[in-house]
C-alpha cells in the first residue's frame, strides 16, 4: 500500500466514500505524493509518450499554426504564447525554434506555462530558460493570447454518474476488507438515457475561463487529445503505468489516470465563456493539412538505414488513421473577428 492508498483510505474511513474526480486529483496532484508532482513521467524510461516525444515535426507545425493564426488576428506586436500541461517543454521548444522564421513573432512572443509540477518546472526552465509559470488558468496576463494545449484535458478529474433502470447512482471509491474498491452511492440525474456517463467539472470550468480571456483579450487556443467529438455514454477511465494498462485503484500515485475528452461538452464551455467554436478535425486531418508529410519528406533526407526509417515510422504514428490519426481530436477557438484560420476555415 503506497502512502497515498493510505491517506486515501484513512479520509474514506472518516468521511465515507470518495467522488472519483477528488480521488483522481488527490492521486494526480497531491502536493507530495500526487503522480505529476514526484516524477517526470514521460518517454521510454516512464509510464507514456505523448506526440512532441514522438516527432519534432509535432511541435513544428504548431509552430506554423501559431504563424498562421498570429496574422489571422491582426499580428498584434505583444501577446502571451501560453501551454497548458507543457511536460518537459519539448511542444515549446519546437515551437519557439519554428516561429524564428518570423522575427515578429518571436520578439512579441511572452512564454507562459501553466505548471504544478516542481519536477517538470525544473525540466522546463533547462530546456527554455527563464519563462512565466502559473499553477491556474486565473493568473494568465490580460493580453492577446496564444494558448495550446495537448494532451492537458484528459488528465483532468471526471465524475462518473450511472443509471441503471432509472436510477441514479454516482461512482466513488470505498473501502472493502480495507482495500479501496469501486462502489455507487445514490445521486440526482445528469443525463436522460441508461447508461454510465462522464462529466469534468474542472474541464468545463478551466475551458469557460479560456474562452472568457479569450472574449475579453483576444487570441485563440488549440486543444489536441484523445477522445470523441460527441457526448456519449461509455466508461473511458483507465490508469497506465511504464506503458500498460493497470487498475486505476492499484497503487494511488504511482500510475497516471486519464479519461477521454468530450469534445462536444468542452466546446460548448469555451462557447459559454464567449470564445467562437472553428470546424473540428483529426489529428490526421490536422497535421496533413499543415504539411506533414513534405516537413517528414525534407527531414528525411538528411538521415539514413535505420534513422531513416524510425524517423518516418514517427510521423507516420501521429498521422495514420489507424493509429494516433483518427483517436486524437484537434479543436480551434478564436476570438469572433478576426480572417479565417487555416485549416478549419477557409481561407
Request: charge should be negative; glycine fraction near 10%.
Amino acid at each position: 500500500m503506497t502512502k497515498l492508498e493510505e491517506l486515501i483510505a484513512a479520509m474514506i474511513e472518516a468521511e465515507g466514500p470518495m467522488p472519483l474526480d477528488r480521488y483522481m486529483a488527490l492521486c494526480l496532484g497531491h502536493p507530495q505524493l500526487g503522480y505529476y508532482m514526484t516524477r517526470d513521467p514521460f518517454g521510454a524510461a516512464g509510464d507514456f509518450t505523448t506526440s512532441p516525444e514522438i516527432s519534432q515535426v509535432f511541435g513544428e507545425l504548431i509552430g506554423v499554426w501559431l504563424l498562421n493564426s498570429w496574422a489571422a488576428l491582426g499580428s498584434p506586436k505583444k501577446f502571451a504564447l501560453i501551454e497548458l500541461g507543457p511536460g518537459r517543454g519539448t511542444l515549446m521548444g519546437d515551437i519557439l525554434r519554428a516561429v524564428k522564421a518570423v522575427p515578429e513573432f518571436a520578439k512579441g512572443a511572452e512564454v507562459h506555462l501553466v505548471e504544478t509540477s516542481p519536477v517538470l518546472r525544473h525540466l522546463q526552465k533547462a530546456k527554455l530558460g527563464e519563462v512565466r509559470w502559473h499553477d491556474t488558468v486565473e493568473s494568465l496576463p490580460a493580453m492577446p493570447s496564444f494558448i495550446i494545449a495537448n494532451e492537458f484535458f484528459d488528465a483532468l478529474p471526471i465524475q462518473q454518474f450511472e443509471n441503471r433502470a432509472g436510477r441514479w447512482f454516482q461512482r466513488c471509491i470505498g473501502l472493502g476488507n480495507g482495500e479501496l474498491k469501486m462502489g455507487l452511492v445514490p445521486s440526482s440525474p445528469v443525463a436522460g438515457e441508461e447508461g454510465l456517463y462522464e462529466v469534468s467539472p474542472v474541464s468545463k470550468a478551466i475551458a469557460e475561463d479560456l474562452g472568457n480571456h479569450i472574449a475579453k483579450h483576444g487570441g485563440a487556443a488549440l486543444v489536441i487529445d484523445y477522445g470523441h467529438l460527441k457526448s456519449a455514454a461509455g466508461d473511458t477511465l483507465q490508469a497506465l503505468r511504464k506503458h500498460e494498462f493497470t487498475s486505476v485503484l492499484d497503487s494511488p500515485g504511482e500510475a497516471d489516470i486519464t479519461a477521454h475528452v468530450d469534445f462536444e461538452a468542452l466546446a460548448k464551455a469555451f462557447i459559454s465563456g464567449g470564445a467562437e467554436l472553428l470546424p473540428m478535425l483529426t489529428q490526421g486531418q490536422f497535421l496533413k493539412a499543415m504539411g506533414i508529410d513534405m516537413r517528414t519528406e525534407k527531414l528525411a533526407a538528411k538521415l539514413e538505414g535505420q534513422a531513416l526509417e524510425d524517423f518516418k515510422a514517427a510521423s507516420n504514428r501521429l498521422a495514420d488513421a489507424a493509429q494516433m490519426g483518427n483517436l486524437f481530436k484537434v479543436m480551434a477557438v478564436a476570438q469572433k473577428v478576426r480572417q479565417p484560420i487555416y485549416p478549419f476555415e477557409e481561407t
